[in-house]
């Protein structure tokens, strides 16, 4: 009895080794793939989080070089306007010269004026006994040399005043933006509030507004009545913050203090070259104190360059020798900042 179920349990494991034996055979190959498949799905998985992590870094590459390009284009294009807006500048027409000056005057009436004063000048030099050729050339100076020269002086000096107070204003905007202002509230309040002649030139600016013109184009146009860099820099700040976004406050900020460190590089510049400013004007003043007390102590050793044509050539040569070593000496002082 024993010995027949010790064969019916060797019977039931080999027929229960065979059943798993058989389903091992049956299902290996299953088993298999589908590990194979959990691999092959990992590794897609893995490849598609790889590729959608290559595709954003590619597509924020191409979004900053597309950026890149489009300041890089605004900026080539800006140059091209500044450069020849900068010509117009240096060789306006006088017209424009007198605009810049700030004088309210028609060209009509600044002609009219010319000839007056070549006029009086003209008539001078007849009655103070010069020369009879000295009268022409008196005339000229009153009426072109002079009259131009007033307003490049004038020019020059509200160039000066209007720098002085440029970086104030551009101080007031960027904490106008900051506190939440818009910018065209920020340009009225300095058209209102700011002194001269940076008052005039944003006044233009709202005016332009009035017109149609954006603030961009309108503070472009800012440097064709007044003819200096920094009018420029602000322009040019406000047309690329309006293309390419970004901090507008920071923006101003920066050009606001690199306007300042220009003013101060100039101020040192300046102090640096006085001496050889005061050498140039102590050379050139002193063949006119040396003839002024040869006249004094001995005139008539003196009066031959001025009655004699001999004198004449002399006092000419001398006076266009003097006039180069000037220029020259000019030249090497003058410092562009």
């Known amino acids: 009895m024993f010995g027949l179920n010790l064969t019916i349990l060797l019977v039931v494991a080999l027929a229960g080794l065979s059943a798993g034996s058989l389903a091992y055979a049956f299902l290996f190959n299953r088993v298999a793939d589908e590990a194979k498949a959990g691999r092959r799905l990992e590794v897609i998985k893995r490849s598609d989080v790889e590729r959608d992590r290559l595709r954003s870094a590619k597509d924020k590459t191409s979004e900053i070089a597309r950026r890149r390009k489009n300041i890089a284009d605004s900026l080539k294009e800006l140059d091209s306007k500044e450069k020849d807006r900068q010509r117009n500048v240096n060789k306006a027409p006088l017209k424009t010269q007198i605009k810049q000056a700030g004088i309210s005057m028609s060209i009509e009436r600044f002609y ?188 008539t050793y003196i009066m031959p360059l001025f009655t004699t044509s001999i004198g004449h050539i002399v006092l000419g040569v001398s006076g266009f020798w003097m006039l180069i070593g000037v220029l020259v000496m000019r030249q090497m002082i003058n410092f562009d900042v």
């Open 112 to 299: 009219i004026l010319s000839a007056i004063c070549g006029l009086a000048f003209g008539f001078a030099a007849f009655v103070g006994g010069l020369p009879i050729y000295v009268v022409p050339a008196a005339a000229l100076v009153g009426s072109v040399g002079l009259p131009r020269w007033i307003v490049s002086f004038l020019r020059k000096l509200r160039i000066k005043k209007f720098l002085a107070e440029f970086p104030n204003a551009l101080d007031i905007i960027v904490r106008a933006v900051k506190s939440g202002l818009p910018l065209n509230d920020g340009i009225r309040m300095i058209a209102h509030e700011a002194k001269e002649p940076v008052k005039s030139e944003f006044r233009r600016v709202v005016e332009a507004q009035q017109l149609g013109l954006s603030i961009p184009e309108a503070s472009m146009r800012m440097v064709e009545t007044m003819p200096c860099p920094e009018a420029g820099f602000f322009g040019i700040v406000i047309q690329i913050q309006s293309q390419a976004g970004g901090n507008l406050s920071e923006a101003l900020g920066n050009l606001s203090r690199v306007l300042r460190d220009r003013k101060k590089m100039k101020a040192k510049v300046q102090a640096l070259s006085m001496e050889a400013k005061a050498s140039a004007m102590i050379i050139g003043a002193l063949p006119f104190v040396v003839a002024l007390l040869v006249y004094l102590s001995s005139p």
